[in-house]
């Protein structure tokens, strides 16, 4: 598998095609020196093979003039020496040749003018002999004597010679060797070469093999992506386009083109050709900011409207940046999507929002109703209820006294009703200013104003540690008060209300909006009492308006208190939830954001 991976990384494909590249590079100049080596052997047995010849030419026509100078003594013919100065200058043109192909060999350089005078003694005495034999007082012994020393001469200058062509065979010998030495190794070098050749002509074969399939591989993806993502701009409405600010070229997506309800490439992509589907009223300001654009490559945002070929109009987002291409050349590119039906919702929002408006103030109006004109009579009703039970009771019958006495309490209940959607309506409409507050001081508070009602029921209340928190202080004191007034209400009778208050550890498993939770995110505090509690199946329901489980006159309410709860927790970001067993008592656990 890494030799996979190495085998497809273009990297190191590189860098072994470039050690191989050197490596043939070295052994093609190694092979180069080789063959001029060998041009270089070849030359230099060449040059010692001809020198070899010419020397033996010298001693061949030396022997030659000594066989006819002798032919000529013995025969007094004249034809024996016809060709003599004929001879020497053969020797002459020998001795040429022998210089070329010695000039570049110093010792042979004397070599060569030792036998040059040794050649010139040598027909000095041809000459004197000669003169012995023509003289007209022959002196057989002085010309035996020179024949003698010739003799003696040509011998020892033929050894000499013999010695000269026999150092330059040895030569020969030698380069033949070395000739055949680096013969063989040109023909490694030269297979050695061969083979790389074809090790690296495979390898960029295979590579290129490999590459062209992961360009096929990497075309066909490109194609699916293209389809991919025409398809997505049908579906997403939206459509590309392009300029090339060097060769003002425009180039339009298909989509594109069916944003302006036409057929894919309908017309050629310009400035000029899609001004003619823009609104008349936005045609100026689309071409300015446009060409604004283009001159200070600044990005733009623009709504306009585009006219269709019905007459349809279809409001469009367009934006726009600038990059360069891979030919370094700057490019504006942009998306077109259509705003069409987001526009007619947000006017369709605004006007919701004006209809809300509205709605609010005449709920405004309504509490304005509730907490002044509403309570008016009703304090009337209580306060001449109050006289005529505190004046009027001994002349009223006892079933007059009854009908009072439901009369003061449908009142009071009206009242408490009355407070409570006031209350209610505060944790909608109030304003929410969240300040540091001290839960304790704040219960504290809570308890000093419940004082009446804890001790009539004779109430024990025990508070734990609670922390300092960022919260709207006046719902959260309406959060205990309503609380701790649900314990008292609906305690045992016959039993003193214990009530707990604390902050607890947020357990593991702790869960809200799907998420787990913890104590970096959320305080905890926990409401606990001893009184009735309810079956746990309707954990949920209590919290709803308007919602109660106990509808006795025994337990008097309006069912707003723990909406009221529910809807000041969700002020702060959090939650409340109820733990609850019948006739053992209920856990109210009331989870308040840190991050408000």
Not at 19 to 25: D, G, L
Request: proline share 2%; charged share 25%; aromatic share 10%.
């Amino acid at each position: 598998m890494k030799l996979l991976k190495l085998h497809k990384n273009s990297q190191v494909f590189k860098i072994a095609l470039g050690i191989a590249i050197i490596v043939v590079c070295y052994i093609a100049s190694v092979f180069y020196t080789q063959m001029r080596s060998l041009d270089s052997s070849v030359d230099l047995i060449n040059n010692a093979t001809e020198t070899q010849l010419e020397l033996e030419n010298v001693l061949s026509l030396i022997s030659i003039y000594e066989t006819n100078l002798r032919s000529y003594i013995i025969t007094k013919d004249e034809s024996y020496l016809a060709n003599r100065f004929m001879t020497r200058g053969e020797i002459e043109s020998n001795f040429k040749r022998i210089n070329k192909l010695v000039a570049n060999n110093p010792a042979r350089v004397k070599d060569v003018e030792r036998l040059k005078k040794l050649i010139d003694y040598r027909f000095a005495l041809f000459r004197e002999t000669l003169l012995l034999s023509k003289s007209t007082l022959p002196n057989s012994v002085a010309l035996k004597e020179k024949l003698r020393e010739s003799n003696e001469f040509t011998e020892s200058m033929k050894n000499f010679v013999y010695k000269t062509i026999n150092a330059e065979g040895d030569k020969v010998k030698i380069h033949n060797d070395n000739h055949q030495f680096e013969l063989e190794d040109s023909i490694i070098s030269a297979f050695v070469l061969v083979i790389l050749s074809l090790l690296i002509l495979f390898l960029s074969f295979n590579k290129m093999n490999v590459d062209i399939n992961e360009l096929k591989k990497t075309n066909d993806e490109l194609k699916f992506l293209n389809h991919s993502f025409n398809e997505a701009e049908k579906i997403a409405g939206f459509g590309h386009w392009k300029i090339n600010l060097q060769t003002n070229k425009y180039t339009f997506s298909d989509n594109f083109f069916r944003l302006l309800g036409l057929e894919p490439q309908s017309f050629v992509p310009s400035l000029e050709n899609i001004l003619k589907y823009i609104h008349p009223d936005d045609i100026e300001y689309v071409k300015q900011m446009h060409l604004h654009s283009l001159s200070t490559y600044f990005p733009t945002s623009l709504m306009y409207r585009f006219v269709l070929p019905n007459g349809d109009l279809k409001y469009v987002m367009s934006v726009g940046s600038f990059t360069t291409n891979g030919k370094g050349e700057m490019v504006k590119t942009g998306l077109n999507y259509d705003m069409t039906d987001q526009f007619k919702k947000t006017v369709e929002l605004e006007e919701n929002n004006k209809e809300l408006i509205s709605i609010n103030e005449e709920l405004e109006s309504f509490n304005n109703i509730v907490s002044h004109d509403l309570q008016e009579p009703l304090r009337k009703i209580q306060m001449f209820v109050s006289r005529i039970e505190s004046e009027e009771m001994d002349s009223i019958s006892a079933q007059g006294k009854v009908y009072f006495s439901k009369i003061r309490t449908s009142a009071n209940k009206m009242q408490t009703l009355l407070i409570d959607l006031l209350n209610y309506s505060r944790t909608i409409k109030g304003d929410k200013v969240f300040e540091e507050t001290n839960l304790r001081e704040l219960i504290d508070h809570v308890i000093d104003e419940l004082s009446p009602d804890i001790e009539d029921k004779g109430a024990k209340i025990n508070i734990g540690s609670l922390p300092t928190v960022k919260v709207i202080s006046f719902q959260i004191e309406q959060l205990f008060i309503n609380l701790i007034s649900n314990s008292l209400k609906y305690s045992k009778e016959g039993l003193a209300p214990e009530i707990s208050i604390s902050s607890k550890k947020i357990e593991e498993n702790e869960v809200f909006n799907n998420e787990i939770i913890s104590d970096e995110d959320y305080y905890k505090i926990v409401v606990k009492d001893n009184g009735i509690g309810f079956k746990q199946e309707y954990a949920e329901k209590i919290f709803i308006l308007f919602q109660r489980l106990e509808t006795g006159s025994k337990y008097a309410g309006t069912g707003l208190g723990l909406a009221i709860c529910k809807r000041i927790v969700d002020n702060h970001d959090g939650f409340i939830k109820v733990f609850s067993e019948l006739n053992v008592g209920s856990e109210f656990s009331i989870f308040i954001s840190k991050k408000v």
